[in-house]
Every structure is written in C-alpha cells, then in structure tokens.
C-alpha cells in the first residue's frame, strides 16, 4: 500500500510539472483531485479524519492573500510596473536586471503566481513595441518570481504552511530566506543572460 501510496504522489507531480496528463483534458487542479480521489477509494479514510488533515488556517491566509494580490492586479498596479519596465531607458542587460528585481520583489509581498501571471502580457507587448524579443525576459520574470518569492512567508502556499506548521515569525522568517532568495534572483540574471545573450546584444528592430 506505502508503495502505491508512493506512486500516485510521484505520478501526480509529474502531472503537475507538465501541467496535463496525456490523454486527459484536466489541469493542475484536476490531476489533483484526481489523485484525491483515487487515494480515498482505494485507501478510504472517515470523514473526520479527512477534515483533520486539511489545514484550514492555511488556507484562510492564502486566500487573503490570493485576494490582495488581485485587487493589484485589477487595479493595474502590475501593468504599471511592466509598463515601466518596458519603457526603462537603459541597455538589455540593466533592463533584465530590473525585471529580475521588481519580479522578485513583488513576489515576495503579492504572491508569485499572481505577480508572473499579471505582468506577463503587459510586459510582452512593450518589450516587441521595442523591437526586443521578450522571452528572455519573461524567462527572467518567471525564474525571479519563484525566487524572490522564498524570501517572505507569504510569498508562497509553501512559505505560508512552513511557517504555521513552524509556527515562525515574519522577522526571523525573513532574516533566514532572504540571503538564498537575493542569490536566486542573482543566478537567474546569469543564467538568462549568459544563454540569452545573442538575443540580449541583438538590436532593437
């Protein structure tokens, strides 16, 4: 049973990682019901012991957090942002670095998810008005999000349940996470622009 347990958990993080299963029209939220699912059946648990292991506090924080984040979002802070990024007078490179950093600032304060979700359009569009190709960018917006994110305990669902569980302060919290999470940011700026960086030198068309 431990090893089936152990399978479907490995299968539904696959399916999570690639965003589909083959075969099924679900997504991320789908395949996880599905494994839910499957795991109920064939290893039922009673009611009360399935409300038990549903972390409701959790929860609750999350969605708060999740509804802050989109009020920016409808209020067009984060179309803002990229529309000053996109407009930033400077070279490539400086224009990645600060892409980098308002991403992973952001992130850490609104949630990651919501931050790559809401400035990627806006960011796109100006970046082409540019004549710049915007995938190195919106590489760099992603990476720098999941990065800046690991600073704060509400950058993250992750970050909110480790410090529940942990019952951790936001101080102490931040003091631990935000020298890994500034070298994150600070390897994703390599890394883009060192793969990226005939795309970065090529000029404006």
């Known amino acids: ?3 089936f347990i152990l399978a479907v958990f490995i299968a539904t993080y696959l399916g999570m990682a690639l965003g589909r299963v ?18 109920q059946s064939v290893a039922p648990r009673d009611g009360a012991a399935l ?3 549903i972390d409701f506090e959790t929860l609750a924080i999350l969605f ?15 179309d803002r942002c990229a529309h000053w990024l996109a407009n930033a007078a400077c070279g490539p490179f400086v224009l990645l670095a600060l892409v980098v950093g308002v991403a992973g600032g952001l ?9 790559a979700l809401a400035m990627t359009p806006m960011l796109t569009r100006g970046l ?18 999941n990065a800046g994110s690991a600073a704060t305990l509400i950058g993250n669902p992750q970050n909110i349940l480790i410090a ?5 302060d936001l101080l102490p919290f931040l003091g631990a996470c935000l020298p890994p999470a500034l070298i994150g940011m600070a390897c994703c700026w390599a ?7 005939a795309a970065l030198r090529r000029p404006a068309v």
């Open 107 to 115: 992130a850490a304060l609104l949630t990651n998810d919501v931050v």
């Open 128 to 145: 082409m008005a540019r004549g710049l190709d915007p995938k190195p960018y919106l590489i760099a917006l992603a990476g720098a999000a």
């Open 164 to 168: 529940q569980t942990g019952d951790l």
């Open 191 to 197: 890394c883009v622009a060192v793969i990226w960086r």
């Open 1 to 3: 049973m431990d090893l």
């Open 64 to 78: 708060g957090l999740m509804v802050v984040s989109i009020q920016f979002a409808a209020c067009g802070f984060h």
């Open 22 to 39: 083959p075969g099924l029209g679900v997504d991320r939220t789908g395949i996880a019901l599905l494994a839910a699912i499957v795991l």
């Open 51 to 53: 409300v038990a292991a």
